[in-house]
């Protein structure tokens, strides 16, 4: 039997919900096994003396059966015979259950659940994101850059301020995008609102000032 025509048989069952497998070629002699080698190469082809060794995936990344099936065809065209087998099929990853919780904590519910405790009235706030690691403290910088983040101590951490209505500090809704660029990027951490004001009417100002450490913020 050609090898094109067992492949045929072997294709149907990498649709049963695998998610790729590994594949045996047993040739009849060590020059052939060397080319079909060769000519497999994109499938990740490893040869042993006669035997070659070769996979495709159908999800994720890796070559898939298509790839395959008209590499295998070469090896008819050039009469390479053997005998070809599925050694191991690779399971699917579960999928992902769409009424889980996250794995990980995202600062964009944290936010919406924080600022919802707030006063209806509340004009002014001032608060921080706190990183879990230190090695994204650049990353997340320029993610939040429409907020001008400070920071204020040696902790991977950013201050910044909102305005709900006016003066200085970055909208609400330009913080939830901020920070749904972190949650988007794998960014973890946790948003704190430090301090809030309610009804604030600056006259001939940008806003109320804070002082802290006696540096204003």
């Keep these: 039997m050609r090898l094109v025509e067992q492949w045929a048989a ?7 919900g695998a998610a790729g ?15 079909a080698s060769a000519l497999l190469a994109p499938l990740h082809a490893g040869r042993n003396g006669k035997e070659v060794r070769f996979s495709c995936a159908v999800r994720g990344p890796g070559p898939r059966p298509e790839t395959a099936a ?23 990853a579960p999928e992902p259950d769409a ?7 995202l600062l964009v519910p944290a936010w919406d659940g924080q600022v919802g405790k707030l006063p209806p009235d509340w004009s002014d706030l001032y608060a921080e994101v706190a990183l879990r690691s230190g090695g994204h403290l650049d990353r ?3 993610l939040m850059a429409p907020l001008n983040p400070g ?15 006016f003066g200085y500090g970055a909208s609400p809704g330009m913080v939830r995008r ?18 809030a004001l309610s009804d604030t009417d600056p006259v001939g100002t940008q806003g109320p000032v804070w002082y802290l450490g006696g540096r204003p913020v």
């Design 10 to 16: 072997l294709e149907p069952r990498l649709r049963e």
């Design 151 to 165: 920071r204020f101590d040696a902790s991977p951490a950013f201050r910044f301020r909102s305005a709900r209505r």
């Design 140 to 142: 997340a910088a320029l």
């Design 178 to 195: 901020c920070l749904e660029r972190l949650d988007s990027e794998g960014v973890e951490g946790s948003v704190t609102i430090l301090f």
């Design 21 to 35: 497998a590994r594949f045996l070629l047993t040739t009849n002699d060590d020059r052939r096994a060397a080319r």
């Design 99 to 105: 009424e889980a919780e996250p794995d990980r904590p």
């Design 70 to 92: 008209r590499l295998i065809r070469h090896l008819d065209r050039e009469h390479i015979a053997g005998r070809l087998e599925i050694e191991e099929l690779l399971a699917a």
